[in-house]
């Protein structure tokens, strides 16, 4: 479930949220952007009150020049057993510091799910990226300027995404199991071509398939 509220003005969300719900984390955290915009952002995870798992709330406040505060609430469902671990990081590459929190883990603690948003400098807002929990081990690929995911399952899978609007859009993935690698191209989320191709058997392919995709990026 996710639900968002913008004001324009500001009032003590926190505090009213928190009103009859067991609190099991929570953080609070102070960034200036490159821009000299201050943000605040409160994060809170509770016990959900409609199903059994948890529920985190959080609340990005940003200090205009005029005075004014804009502040953004959304409710997102989390897995009841991991930590939040909230950070700051540019996941795009464009110098402004996002923002993302663990709401699951899968493939026994390997496949690390953060819920995303991406900060817009248009229109100063931290917008909810909504299928990045669909992607594990989310990274920004300096070299092919995109943001890698690394799935781990019986082999591997990487994925090389580009955002649009409040969604990531897969371009290429590379899926290796064993001495077999296949390289997928997809356009509009649609897989239009895939090559198949043996290698020799390693551990860890990262160096090997970012060299094997940033052929068909140039």
Known sequence: MRQLIFILTFFNTLNCICQSSE???SYS???KLINGKFYIVDLIKVKSQVHDGDQVRITFKIYLENG???TEYYEIDKDPVTGCEPKFYDYNGDGFMDYSFVSNMAARGANEI???FIFDPKVNRY???NNSDQYPNLIFNPRLKCLDSWAFHGGTTQSFLRLE???LSVMYTIDVHGTERVLGKYINGEQVSK???SIEDIDFPSALNLNFVSIRFS
């Open 23 to 25: 609190i099991i984390e």
């Open 29 to 31: 955290d102070t960034i």
């Open 68 to 70: 004014n505060i804009i």
């Open 114 to 116: 953060r819920t995303l």
């Open 127 to 129: 917008l909810h990226i």
């Open 165 to 167: 609007s409040d969604s």
């Open 195 to 197: 090559n198949l191709e």
